[in-house]
């Protein structure tokens, strides 16, 4: 499984950005999908997930209700609303290997594999 981010920039405080993580073939359709992200010096930080349908969401208590993660068959986005400085990072998307009834593992970047290569966010103030 390949996977590649995109969408990220320079955005003022309060604005919005659109990323996708796009994905070889239709590799990703059968598993869960999340979003991370990673400043210098930092722990990667858990950011949203997906379950495979698209039809269940968790969130990040520092993002929710600004960001949100959807999904199709080979790709999946994050819309970035009311956007901060303190959410400059690179943004990475990675996929699950746990079933997502485990909602531990849905925040862990340990039970996330086929890391992507990142997308540079940062928001200036």
């Known amino acids: 499984v390949q996977l590649q981010a995109s969408g990220g920039g320079l955005v003022q405080a309060g604005g919005s950005l659109r990323l996708l993580c796009a994905a070889s073939?239709?590799?990703?359709?059968?598993?869960?999908m999340g979003w991370f992200r990673q400043t210098p010096g930092k722990e990667r930080e858990f950011v949203a997930a997906i379950n495979w349908s698209g039809g269940d969401t968790y969130y990040a208590d520092s993002v929710k209700g600004r960001f949100t993660i959807s999904r199709d068959r080979n790709a999946v986005y994050l819309q970035m609303n009311s956007l901060k400085p303190e959410d400059t990072a690179v943004y990475l998307c990675?996929?699950?290997?746990?079933?997502?009834?485990?909602?531990?593992?849905?925040?862990?970047?340990?039970?996330?594999?086929?890391w992507g290569m990142g997308t540079q966010v940062t928001v200036s103030s």
């Open positions: 990675a996929v699950s290997f746990r079933g997502w009834n485990d909602q531990k593992s849905r925040s862990s970047a340990t039970d996330y594999g086929y």
């Open positions: 073939g239709n590799a990703i359709s059968s598993y869960g």
